[in-house]
Structure formats: C-alpha cells, structure tokens
C-alpha cells in the first residue's frame, strides 16, 4: 500500500463549482496534514494546513482530517480558472521529511 | 515577501558532468531541502539537512548526491556523474525553526542531461 494516495485526475469543472479533492494515507503516526498547490512549471506553495483531526477553513478553501478513517480532504467554495492547478497532499510525522501524494490536476473552465 | 531562490532556473549538461545546484533558503530559517520532480510524476523527497549535518536521505539520495551548506546563505546540491535519469525539475525548500511541516519551496532548477 502506498504511503500517500490521491486521484490523480484530471478533475474538470465550471466556475463557481463546488470541488472537493480527496487523499488517503496509511501510516497512522501522521499528525500534520497539509495540501499544496502546484502551478505549471513551478514550485509547490503550503495552501493550508492542519495539525491532527477536524477541519479549519480559510476563505474559499477548507481542509478536513478523519485520522480515524485515515482521509483528508480539501474543498474549494466558488472555484475560480485560477484555481487550476495540481493540488497535492502532504501528512507528516512533524520529522525532517515530507512526503507528497502525487497530485490531483484540477481545471475550472470559465 | 522572503522567499526561497534557485539558481540557474535551467541548466544543461552532459552525462558523466558534475553539476551544482544553488538555493538560498529563507534567511532565519533552520531546516533545508532538496525535492525532484521528473516530468509528469511527483515530488521525491531526496534529502533534508539541518545544523549542518544531512538528517534524513532517501533512497534516490545516492553517493553521487551531495548536500553542503558553504556559507551562511547557500544551500547547494551537488550531483556528481550525472546520468540521464537525473532530468528533472530540482526543488529546494526550507521551513522554520520547528519540524511543523510548512515547506517554503523556490521556483526550481530544470535539469536537463544529454
């Protein structure tokens, strides 16, 4: 089993959709739960982030943790074309190493 | 805003040629990375070094990587023989002064070995 999982996608949808990208994972020593957004040709760039369960929103984003089912999620409100990118989840044991899923590519279509 | 910077932002060399990549991390951050990313598949882990010293590697981290902090500034990664394979997108990142996680990534290196 992989250590990280996500669809990679792509996900198409229209703008002001609701889009809900999700991510699951195996090692339960996880406690830091992030997600990154990857634009073409650039760096990834800490989109939110969450230590242990429950949810924390900011703006248009929201994250949500259920380490009992091992599932993290992350939902964009009113999503705009520049919102496409590839969003990447990223738990972490609060070590000296991060480990990323593979990244769901997502398109908002104006 | 600080942020993380790489240099070149390309860079194209023969296999078999060394090459060093430059990063200058956040200035008071304490935690130093290097990712890569091969074209169409995620971001590796290849190394994280911290008080001056590597503190963890993975497997991709072979012999011919090497990690080295020169001044209080850089950052740089070293790849001695280069072989095809190494053709990838090449991340630096730092983060601040706990291990809670928050990457601050640069822009990247594309290398490109012929």
């Known amino acids: 089993q992989k250590e990280v999982e996500q669809d990679p996608g792509p996900l198409s949808v229209p703008e002001g959709a609701i889009v809900s990208l999700n991510c699951t994972y195996s090692?339960?020593?996880?406690?830091?739960f992030m997600w990154y957004r990857q634009y073409s040709r650039k760096g990834p760039e800490l989109l939110m982030y969450?230590?242990?369960?429950g949810n924390k929103e900011d703006g248009r984003f929201t994250a949500q943790v259920d380490k009992s089912s091992k599932y993290i999620s992350l939902f964009i409100r009113d999503s705009q074309p520049s919102d496409s990118a590839t969003y990447l989840c990223?738990?972490?044991?609060?070590?000296?190493?991060?480990?990323f899923g593979a990244g769901t590519r997502l398109f908002v279509k104006a | 805003e600080p942020e993380v910077t790489q240099t070149p932002s390309h860079q194209v060399t023969q296999m078999g040629q060394e090459v060093i990549l430059r990063c200058v991390p956040i200035?008071?951050?304490?935690?130093f990375y290097w990712y890569r990313q091969i074209l169409g598949q995620k971001v590796e882990f290849l190394v994280s070094?911290?008080?001056?010293?590597?503190?963890?590697k993975s497997e991709i981290f072979d012999d011919q990587f090497s990690v080295e902090r020169p001044d209080g500034s850089n950052f740089t990664l070293k790849i001695r023989s280069t072989k095809l394979e190494d053709s990838a997108m090449y991340f630096c990142?730092?983060?601040?002064?706990?291990?809670?996680?928050?990457?601050?990534f640069g822009s990247g290196t594309q290398l490109s070995v012929l």
């Open positions: 070094f911290y008080n001056n010293e590597i503190s963890e």
């Open positions: 200035s008071n951050h304490l935690y």
């Open positions: 969450t230590y242990s369960s």
């Open positions: 990142a730092s983060m601040p002064g706990e291990t809670n996680e928050k990457l601050f």
């Open positions: 990223a738990p972490g044991t609060g070590g000296f190493k991060t480990i």
């Open positions: 090692n339960s020593a996880f406690q830091y």
